[in-house]
C-alpha cells in the first residue's frame, strides 16, 4: 500500500481469553510495574465510574473530531470481550458516544470503551454499567459524515494501539499490553503480585521499605545525609 | 444607554414551569441534540454530584474575580425554580459560594448553581442536597467590594445567558436554552427522546446502527474499504 | 551551610495535638476564612475519596521526579498523627505512592498523604481507607535512584510548608497553618464557625446576606444601579 | 422566531470609521480600563504577530468545529476596515484559517482575524502582513460540510460579539467595545490616555504611585504595617 | 520477541533525499492537506524559532522522563538529513536538551530536534541556527540513568513515528509522512500546492470561495437561510 | 508574631553585586546545573521578549488576585540592580503590571519583573527595553482596594523566594539562588561553564557524549541490548 486509505479490518487476531482475564484481576498498577513500567497512556483518560476493573482485545478506531460515523462501522466487528478504543485525528472534547451506542456494544458483550474525547449520558451508563473511561465529559453532540478508519494501528495517548492488543483499565487509568506479550504479561504479573503481597505483610507488620529494599546504603551513596535538627 | 453601568435588573420574563420541568426530565443531551447541537457551555462545567439532573430559570450575575458583593445582591432576586448563573469579567478559582449562600438559596426555593469560578464546603453543599455545576473547588475565600450586574446578559463558557433563559443541568454538564425556545425545545426533546427509545429497542436486540442509519451506503460514498485483513 | 545538600532531618517540632483535632473538625474554608484567607494551596489538590477531612503535622518529601527513594526515606520519621507532603523538583505526573507505602503509614498511624504528582492503586486507598489528595491519579510508576530530602522547607502550590506544620485537607482541597499559628488558628476559627453557626440560621430563615452583612449601603456607595428591567 | 435556524444576515450596522480607527490608536490595554475593565476576551487569544495594533467592525461567524464553510460564506459580507471573528459551537484545536483565506479578506480590505480555534500557514500571513489572534496555531485542516451562520451575536472567549460591534486587538489580546458605545469610548480612552502620559512623565521623574495616588493612607486603613527588618 | 526489552537498533530505511528535500519546501499544512489530513502530531509541538522549514528522516528515541542517556546513544547513529525524534514513557517538562547536544549534532548535519518534554539553552540554539521543536521550555536538566530505546516506534503527540518516517516542521507545528509514502505525498503536495497558487490568484483578485468552491449550494441543502437583517 | 499579619519590610539583605553579575552572564541553565539542578520555578514563566539574561535582588510582593496596591508599596524599596518578584494569593491573569510602574522602576534602576500572573503593555514595555517573565499576557486590569506584604518570604512556582535572593532569567525561564548561596553558585557556575565550553569543543569535532561521558557501559549494565535492525 503507498496511498494513505481509509480502511475497516474485519478480522484481527485476539490474545488468549484466560490471560485477558487474568490481567483483568491484577489491576493495571500491577501488570504496568510488571512489564517494567511500559504501557501507560498516561493520566488523562479517567474513568466515569469507581471501582471497574476490565481487561479485553481492542477494536481500534480512528475518527474525524466531533463524528461517530466510524464508531457505528466498528460495533459490527465487536465481539464478547473486546474493548472498544475510539482515537480522532485532532484533538476533541465532543461527547462522541452516549447510552444508545452502549446499548448495542452491552448486546454483544463488549466490556467496555476507552476514547480520547468526550463521553455523554454519563449518568445512564453509569445506571447500565457500561464502562468508559475518556478524556472528557460533554453533552456536545457529533455528526456522521467523515471517514475513518477500523482496527487499523492508532494513538491512544502516549501508546500506540494494534487491533488486538490487550486494553486493561481500572480506577488508576488504561494501559496496553502488547498482544504477543500476553502470556509474559500474566507470568510477570503474577510474580510482581505475590511480590507486593510478601510486602504488604512485612509493612503492615510494621517494617521499613528502607530495610526491605536495602536502601540505606543507597541513601549513602547518594551523598544524602542524616542531621537531628535544622538550624534555622 | 451609552456607558458602561452596574445594573440590578429587578424583573424578569420566565419560561413556563410546565415547560422547564419537562426539559430537566429530558436530560442536557438530549435537548441538546434535539435543538440541533446548540446550548452547550462546553466540557468545563462539571457537578460537584453524581444523579442530578435539572432545570430553572436564568438569574443571572457579573462579579468581579475573587468578590462574591453581587452573588449577595442576586439573592434578593430570586424566586422557587430559579438557577443562579455565576460569571467572573477575569478568569477565577475562587472559591466564591459556599455553604452559607447555599442555605439562603434554599429558603428560596433555588434548584442549583452553575458558576464560572469555584465552589468551597462542597462535603456540606452534598450534605444539604444544594447541587452544583463549577469549573473549580477551591477554599480560596472572597471579600465584597467590587461593584457588578445581576440580571444582565453573561457568557457562560462558549453560550449567552439572558435572565430568563432555561438552564438544564445534569451529569453531563449544563446547556442553555433561549426562553423564548421553551415550547419548540420540549417538543423537539420529545420527538428525540421517542427516536431514542425505539432505536435503544432495537440496538439493544443486536441490531446495528449501521443498518438503522443506513451508513452503510455512506461509508462507500466515502471511499472507506472493507479489507479481510491487515497485512503486516 | 553555603553549599546545597540533600538532607534528612530527624527531628522536627509538632504543633499541639488537641489544636490539630480541632482544626481537622472545623474543615478547610472555615480555617482559610478566620485566618483571613491564607494558606491555601491552590484548586489542583484533588482528594481521591469524598468525606474525609483530616489535619496533621506535616512531613516533607522533596523528590526527584519520578522517584520515590525519599519517600521511603521519610515513613521511617512518620509518627502517629502526621501527613505526609511530598513534592518534586520538577513537574511530574508520576504515580509515585501506592497501597504498599499506605501499609506501611497506616501501620504508623498516619492520617494521609498531599503529594504534588500522581498516586496510584486509588481503588485500594480507598478499601483502606488511607486519605490521599493529589494532582493527578497515574499508573506510571517510579524508580529509587535519586537523592532528596525529607523535613526541609519545601513548597507545596503555592504554599511553602516548614516540617511540622498543620497541614488540613478535606473536600475542597488542602491549606497549610503555620505551626506556631496553631493556637491563634482554633481560636480564630472557633470564632468564624460560631459566626457561620449564627448566619446559617438567619439565612436558613430566609433573612438576607444583603441585610445582615448591610451591603445594600456598599452597592449604592460603588454605583450599583437598581432598574426595574432592562429595555432591549 | 421560536426555532434554531441558521442564518447568514447580510446587512449590519457598523461604528463610525473615525471612532473605530482612534480605539485602534489607543491600544486594548488603555481602551479596556477608560471603560471601566469591561470588553476582554480573556488571556487566551495571542496574536501570531508582534507590533501590530488594529480595531475594525465585527463580522462575526459561528462554525462547526474543524468545518470552514461558513468562513467562506462571510467573506463576502466584508467590507474594508472590518474584522473577522471566529467561533465554535464546541472547543477546536483545528487550523481552521490560513494563507488562501487571507488572500480573500485583503482583497477585500479586512484588518484582521481574531479565532476561537487554530490558524495555519502563519509563517506566510506574517510574510503578507494579515494579522491573526487565534487560541492555537495548527495544520489540521478543516472539512466543508456542516452549516453555522454568519452576522448573527456569538460568544468570544469571555465576551457577547454582536456584528458590527468593535473588535480592538494588539499584543496585549483582543477587547470587544459595543458599537454603540464607540463615541464614549473615545472620549473616555482619550481622557485616560492624558491622565496616563501625565502619569508617566511624573513616574519617570522619580515620584512614586503611592504618593500620586495618594495610596500611603489606604495602605495603614488596611492595618498594612511598615517594620523595619523581618527578624528570623 | 516476547518480552520487552531495551534495545538501540543501528540501521534503519531511510525515504529518498530528493523527496524529503521537496516536502521541506511545501511546508507542513500543505503536505497535511495533500494527505488527506492525515499526520499531524498536534497543536502542542511548537517552534522556538521563526521561519524554520525542514524535512528529514526520523532518528527516534524513548526515554524516561528527565533522562537524556538514551539521546547520547542515539546521537551516535545519525546522519546528514536525519531529524532526532525525542520521547518520553511518562509526561515530562524537563529541559532535556540543551546547546551541547546541538554542538554534536550539528556536526553531523542533523536538521533539526522535535521533542515531547522541555528544551533549554533556547538563546544559543537560536544563535547557533540549530531548530527545535518542543512542548515546553524549561531549565530544568536532567540525569543519566535509565535505560530505553532508540530507533523503536515511538508516540509523538497524536502520531506513531517509525525510524525513517520523515518528520516535517515549519511555524504550523510538525507532521509525519510514513517512509512508504514519500513519492505519493511529494506528487499529491505538488498538485496541492499548484491547486493553491491558482486559487490564491483567483482569491486575491477578488473572486470568493464560495464561487470558485461552488459552495453557494451547499449551504442552500443544508438549510441556511440568507436573510437582509437581525430583527432585534 | 503568632498573628497573621500584612508587613512592608523596609530593609532586606542583599548579595553581592559582583556575584550577582556573574551569574546574569552564566544564564539560567549553567547556574541550575551547577547548584545541582535546584531553584527551577518551572516551565510557566515566560519572557515577553527574546534574548534578555538578567540576575537581581529579589524584592518581593504579595498581592491578592487582581489587585496592585501592594506593587505600588514595592516600588519605593527598590534600588538599582533589584527584580521585582510579585505573587498573588490564589491563581490569576489579570494584567496586573503595564508600561506607567515601568517607567517608574525603570527610573530607580530596576533590572526586571517576574510575575505570577498576567502582564500588559507588553508592545510598549519591549519598546521601552523593560524586561519581563509572566505566567500570562492580558489586557485585564486591576484594582488597588486589598492589602497585602512586602519583601517576606513568597512562593514563586516551584520556588520559596525570601527578599534578597537571586532571581536569574533569561530565555529559558526563571531560577532562584539562595542568597547565602551566592559565592558558591559563582564558584560553581563557572566550573560547570568551564567544563561546558571544553565539552563543547569536543562535540563540535565529531567526539561523541557516549565517550566523553563513559556512558556505553552504563547502558551495557542497564541492559540496554543493541540490535542491527528491528524485525518487522
Known amino acids: 500500500m503507498t496511498r494513505p486509505r481509509h480502511l475497516i479490518v474485519r478480522n ?3 490474545a488468549d481469553h484466560t490471560a485477558i482475564d487474568e490481567l483483568a484481576r491484577m489491576g493495571t ?3 504496568h510495574e510488571a512489564l517494567g513500567r511500559l504501557g501507560s497512556t498516561g493520566p488523562h483518560f479517567r474513568p466515569i465510574q469507581f471501582g471497574a476493573s476490565i481487561a479485553g482485545s481492542a477494536i481500534t ?3 474525524h473530531p466531533g463524528d461517530n460515523l466510524m464508531i457505528h462501522a466498528a460495533i ?3 465481539q464478547a470481550g473486546d474493548v472498544l478504543v475510539v482515537t480522532n485525528t485532532a484533538p476533541s472534547t465532543h461527547g462522541m458516544f452516549g447510552d444508545l451506542m452502549a446499548s448495542s456494544l452491552m ?3 463488549v466490556r467496555g470503551l476507552v476514547i480520547d474525547a468526550g463521553v455523554r449520558d454519563t449518568g445512564d451508563l ?3 454499567g457500561f464502562f468508559v473511561w475518556s478524556q472528557h ?3 456536545e453532540g457529533t455528526v456522521k459524515s467523515a471517514p475513518g478508519s477500523v482496527n487499523v494501528p492508532v494513538v491512544l495517548g502516549r501508546q500506540i494501539v494494534n487491533p488486538g492488543d490487550i486494553v486493561c483499565a481500572d480506577d488508576d487509568g488504561v494501559i496496553i499490553v502488547g498482544r504477543e506479550l500476553a502470556a509474559e504479561a ?3 504479573s503474577q510474580a510482581r503480585r505475590d511480590f507486593e503481597t510478601a510486602t504488604r505483610i512485612k509493612l503492615s507488620s510494621g517494617q521499613l521499605g528502607l530495610d526491605i529494599f536495602e536502601l540505606r546504603a543507597k541513601l549513602t551513596e547518594l551523598g544524602v545525609e542524616y542531621v537531628d535538627q535544622l538550624d534555622d
Chains 1, 2, 3, 4, 5, 6 share one sequence.
Do not use: Y
Open 12 to 14: 484481527i487476531k485476539r
Open 29 to 31: 498498577a500491577t501488570v
Open 61 to 63: 478506531v480512528s475518527c
Open 76 to 78: 459490527e466487528l465487536c
Open 107 to 109: 448486546a454483544r458483550g
Open 126 to 128: 453509569r445506571r447500565m
Open 137 to 139: 465529559v460533554s453533552v
Open 186 to 188: 500474566v507470568r510477570l
